[in-house]
């Protein structure tokens, strides 16, 4: 199938000015360098509030980013872990996604800052977002949250997603705590616009920004 003409012209310019990279030789930190997006230089309009701390965590502290929508509590929480193979990526990166998410989904959205590999190798990055999780639901609260709706939403692809949910699961048998939910926090087959259909399968079931963001998230 030919690629339509758009999206050939697109690509074409898109690999032209693209950095080259040698995923043979290229170091974590240069790699990290080359996707980093800086945090945008934006208000919080839509949100109560977004707030940068750090709780305690298993190697010392760990930073999160708290995004506050608007409307009265106690809110669901969701657990943020941002996407880039726990070797990229950080929470600047995704907070132009969190604050959509957390405003349309009314929940509050706590980012983490993990840990990331080579230098704290696995699962070093998933300790971090279980201590997270864990000081949601005893601690959530605190932030105006409701421990009892907690929901974890990895931002990556499916076989990160898949192993995410077998770490917790495992641990939450062991320990007896577990979040209420998980969240398909990345969408690549639908649009996240109002109301847009993009497939033959969202054509024939619509699925427009209430169903993605409020169903998916907190069905």
């Not at 939910?181 to 639908?190: E, K, N, T």
């Amino acid at each position: 199938m030919a690629l339509h003409p758009q999206t050939a012209a697109f690509l074409a310019g898109y690999n032209a000015s693209a950095p080259v990279i040698d995923y043979d030789t290229v170091t974590a930190a240069e790699l990290r360098a080359l996707f980093s997006i800086p945090k945008p230089e934006i208000g919080s309009d839509g949100l109560r509030g977004i707030e940068d701390r750090t709780i305690p965590g298993p190697a010392g502290s760990v930073s999160v980013r708290i995004y506050m929508p608007q409307g009265d509590g106690p809110l669901p929480l969701t657990l943020f872990i941002h996407g880039g193979g726990f070797c990229i990526g950080d929470v600047d990166t995704t907070d132009g996604l969190c604050r959509f998410l957390a405003e349309e989904a009314r929940s509050l959205f706590v980012s983490v800052e993990y840990r990331c590999a080579p230098e704290a190798p696995y699962p070093a990055s998933l300790d971090d977002c279980w201590a997270v999780l864990q000081w949601l639901a005893e601690h959530g609260s605190e932030i105006g949250g409701d421990p009892s709706r907690i929901s974890d939403a990895p931002h990556d692809v499916r076989d990160v997603h898949a192993g995410i949910a077998e770490t917790f699961r495992r641990r939450i048998e062991r320990t007896g705590k577990r979040a209420t939910g998980q969240a398909l926090a990345w969408l690549p087959v639908c649009h996240l616009g109002p109301n847009e259909a993009s497939t033959p399968s969202t054509i024939a079931w619509p699925v427009g920004r209430e169903i993605l963001i409020h169903h998916v998230i907190f069905p």
